[in-house]
């Protein structure tokens, strides 16, 4: 099975067996270690695959039970993964060009990325910078406070951060990652995995990142930020 897009394979071939009855309309997929073993592939990448299946309409995801098929004339080829342009207007101008990329590639770039924005912003943010990243806190705050769905101060969060590391560069690419969350498929990934108590836990380690930036200290805001984007990527590898 080839390296590029492991999980398309992984859909296509799925969704082949389905379409031979290897799989009928209302049985179960074997779990995600078999089907790895089977493939020859991460779990991660049979579980992005799976998530595929269902944002296309072909399974049923149901946590503590397993996978189920309940289509098996659906045409999807190339599994539906662009972003939703229906998003908060403060988000629009951070709205790219569509393209493929799955939940974890989007997650590991990023934490190639944001601690380094994080430790140039401790370096070179300005009172005006640190202010609007303490705006965009506190809106995540409210967003906790009223169960949002949107997670608007969260995504300006860290869009403030990048703007304030004074790298253009790596700041356009980080909103072009964090506008691939607005699609279907990273959201189901994140409604199945995502503990009722995460949204708080963010906040908190959110807080911790802008003590860091607000005091200067680059060596704290990277490590923070590290670890904040470490815990998100946890959260979606564990077994479900």
């Known amino acids: 099975m080839q390296q590029t897009r492991i999980y398309q394979n992984i859909f296509n071939k799925i969704q082949e067996d389905i379409k031979a009855g290897v799989y009928k309309i209302g049985s179960k997929l074997p779990p995600e270690r078999d089907l790895a073993l089977q493939l020859g592939v991460s779990r991660t990448s049979v579980r992005e695959a799976m998530i595929a299946l269902e ?11 397993g996978v189920y098929v309940i289509n098996d004339h659906q045409d999807a080829a190339n599994p539906q993964t662009g972003f939703n342009t229906k998003v908060h207007p403060l988000l629009l101008p951070y709205l790219k060009e569509d393209a493929v ?37 506190l809106m995540n705050v409210r967003d906790n406070l009223e169960h949002s769905k949107e997670h608007i101060g969260d995504r300006l969060f860290h869009i403030r951060i990048a703007e304030a590391s004074q790298n253009s560069a790596c700041a356009f690419f980080l909103n072009f ?8 498929f990273f959201s189901r990934m994140r409604s199945l995995y995502t ?5 708080l836990r963010s906040q908190l380690e959110h807080q911790e990142i802008m003590t860091a930036i607000q ?17 998100v990527i946890h959260m979606f590898s564990k077994k479900s």
Do not use: C, W
């Open 55 to 65: 944002v296309n309409g072909i399974v049923e995801v149901k946590l503590g039970s």
């Open 101 to 137: 990329i799955t939940p974890f590639e989007i997650l590991e770039a990023r934490l190639l990325i944001e601690p380094y924005l994080a430790e140039l912003a401790a370096q070179h943010r300005t009172d005006e910078q640190l202010e609007q990243i303490k705006e965009a806190f």
């Open 177 to 184: 990652l964090l506008s691939k969350h607005y699609t279907d």
């Open 195 to 199: 503990p009722e108590d995460m949204p």
């Open 215 to 231: 005091n200067q200290d680059k060596v704290a805001a990277h490590n923070a930020m590290k670890k904040h984007l470490q815990n």
